[in-house]
């Protein structure tokens, strides 16, 4: 019979740690509370994306900004190796001088190499990164802007929330872990200035 004993102890002990740290993010989110010292203006918004073969969403994104509350931003559209429509659909869609789509055709494709060719093109004092089927509400801008109005405040990540949860029962169980993850646990981790990364993460442009 096999020792598997080595093996068994030392990862119940990481499984309670992690149990015990993520209990503990938990009682920090129902208490977590954040003050704001609004000592600056609201920053321009320099928002990323992009995209590869998404011609059917990519016109939405560009019709939620150009409703928003706040108007003090620019949208730049990283089109990467699409085999669809996705750039013309774009230039059809956009309308708006704030709006610039580029068409990249690199022989790297990729999410990251696309936003970095984007990157140097911005001219706002906060880069924000979206994914193209992203929705965000008409006030959206307005509320992230308040954060950046506090001088202390460098960097923000926005919550997410999906659409189709209902679906099927994969997006229910996702549209679970978007809620404990980003409702619970995330909110505790701010206690300690942790927790960003990914889509609708927002940070000031002098950092980067």
């Given at each position: 019979?096999?020792?598997?004993?080595?093996?068994?102890?030392?990862?119940?002990?990481?499984?309670?740690?992690?149990?015990?740290?993520?209990?503990?993010?938990?009682?920090?989110?129902?208490?977590?509370?954040?003050?704001?010292?609004?000592?600056?203006?609201?920053?321009?918004?320099?928002?990323?994306?992009?995209?590869?073969?998404?011609?059917?969403?990519?016109?939405?994104?560009?019709?939620?900004?150009?409703?928003?509350?706040?108007?003090?931003?620019?949208?730049?559209?990283?089109?990467?190796?699409?085999?669809?429509?996705?750039?013309?659909?774009?230039?059809?869609?956009?309308?708006?001088?704030?709006?610039?789509?580029?068409?990249?055709?690199?022989?790297?494709?990729?999410?990251?190499?696309?936003?970095?060719?984007?990157?140097?093109?911005?001219?706002?004092?906060?880069?924000?990164?979206?994914d193209t089927d992203n929705r965000i509400k008409e006030n959206y801008?307005?509320?992230?802007?308040?954060?950046f109005m506090d001088s202390k405040v460098n960097a923000v990540q926005t919550t997410i929330?999906?659409?189709?949860?209902?679906?099927?029962?994969?997006?229910?169980?996702?549209?679970?872990?978007?809620?404990?993850?980003?409702?619970?646990?995330?909110?505790?981790?701010?206690?300690?200035?942790?927790?960003?990364?990914?889509?609708?993460?927002?940070?000031?442009?002098?950092?980067?």
């Open positions: 019979m096999i020792d598997l004993s080595w093996y068994t102890i030392p990862s119940g002990i990481i499984i309670t740690l992690f149990g015990v740290m993520w209990y503990i993010l938990f009682l920090k989110s129902l208490f977590f509370k954040i003050k704001l010292k609004k000592d600056l203006l609201r920053p321009k918004f320099s928002i990323l994306t992009a995209c590869r073969n998404e011609e059917n969403v990519i016109a939405n994104l560009m019709n939620d900004l150009k409703n928003q509350t706040y108007q003090n931003w620019e949208l730049l559209i990283c089109v990467n190796n699409t085999t669809d429509r996705t750039y013309e659909r774009a230039i059809e869609s956009a309308g708006d001088s704030r709006i610039k789509v580029f068409n990249h055709n690199p022989d790297e494709i990729g999410k990251a190499p696309a936003l970095n060719y984007i990157l140097y093109k911005a001219r706002g004092d906060v880069i924000l990164e979206f801008l307005r509320k992230l802007g308040e954060y929330k999906a659409l189709n949860n209902k679906k099927n029962f994969l997006t229910k169980m996702q549209d679970i872990e978007f809620i404990v993850f980003c409702k619970l646990f995330n909110k505790g981790r701010n206690k300690y200035g942790a927790g960003i990364g990914g889509t609708g993460f927002a940070i000031r442009t002098k950092l980067l």
